[in-house]
T-cell receptor
Framework: DAGVTQSPTHLIKTRGQQVTLRCSPI?????VSWYQQVLGQGPQFIFQ???????GRGNFPDRFSARQFPNYSSELNVNALLLGDSALYLC????????????FGAGTRLSVL | GESVGLHLPTLSVQEGDNSIINCAYS??????FIWYKQESGKGPQFIID???NMDKRQGQRVTVLLNKTVKHLSLQIAATQPGDSAVYFC???????????WGAGTKLIIKP
């Protein structure tokens, strides 16, 4: 079975641009979470969605938004990119409850120049 | 604020020896903990989890110990192999908004 898949794998943008990252969860998983990981640090929680509803939001500015589709895939959008948005963006899926194992994709490496 | 942290940023272990990676957490309400392994260029990979009603849980070559009295978590890897080289993170669910709270990670280096 396929794991969590993310696209694209790498992305280069310039300041002020907008970016959309995509995630497909493991088949049967209804919850998707997004994390930002800066080099040398642990992932920071951005959003969690369950059944297309936002379940949780981390301490990120409104430039970050996300949504979940009926097939449980998800998109993360970042507007007005800043240099500090350069990071590895990770998507994780879990079956239903938040107290379940989160399975991660390989991430999208975003570089903002 | 609440946080999960690791004592050692880098751990060097001889191949074949046992490895112990430690983690401290500060939220006494935390009730579910997960250890992840992250290899270079990859996403975190689940290793083992433990709920707060347990003190110990064993997997294949790995054991997690939870000491709620001192809010300490450890991951023990038996007979460490070169493939165990990675950064290890402990994570906790106990924060608001159903988020995983992560430590900074410990890099495990295996010496031949």
């Amino acid at each position: 079975d396929a794991g969590v898949t993310q696209s694209p794998t790498h992305l280069i943008k310039t300041r002020g641009q907008q970016v959309t990252l995509r995630c497909s969860p493991i088949s049967g998983h209804k919850s998707v979470s997004w994390y930002q990981q800066v080099l040398g640090q642990g992932p920071q929680f951005i959003f969690q969605y369950y059944e297309k509803e936002e379940r949780g939001r981390g301490n990120f500015p409104d430039r970050f938004s996300a949504r979940q589709f009926p097939n449980y895939s998800s998109e993360l959008n970042v507007n007005a990119l800043l240099l500090g948005d350069s990071a590895l963006y990770l998507c994780a899926s879990t079956l239903d409850s938040y107290k379940n194992i989160q399975y991660f994709g390989a991430g999208t490496r975003l570089s903002v120049l | 604020g609440e946080s999960v942290g690791l004592h050692l940023p880098t751990l060097s272990v001889q191949e074949g020896d046992n490895s112990i990676i430690n983690c401290a957490y500060s939220n006494s309400a935390s009730d579910y903990f997960i250890w992840y392994k992250q290899e270079s260029g990859k996403g975190p990979q689940f290793i083992i989890d433990i709920r707060s009603n347990m003190d110990k849980r064993q997997g294949q070559r790995v054991t997690v110990l939870l000491n709620k009295t001192v809010k300490h978590l450890s991951l023990q890897i038996a007979a460490t192999q070169p493939g165990d080289s990675a950064v290890y993170f402990c994570a906790e669910t106990g924060g608001p908004n159903y988020q995983l709270i992560w430590g900074a990670g410990t890099k495990l280096i295996i010496k031949p």
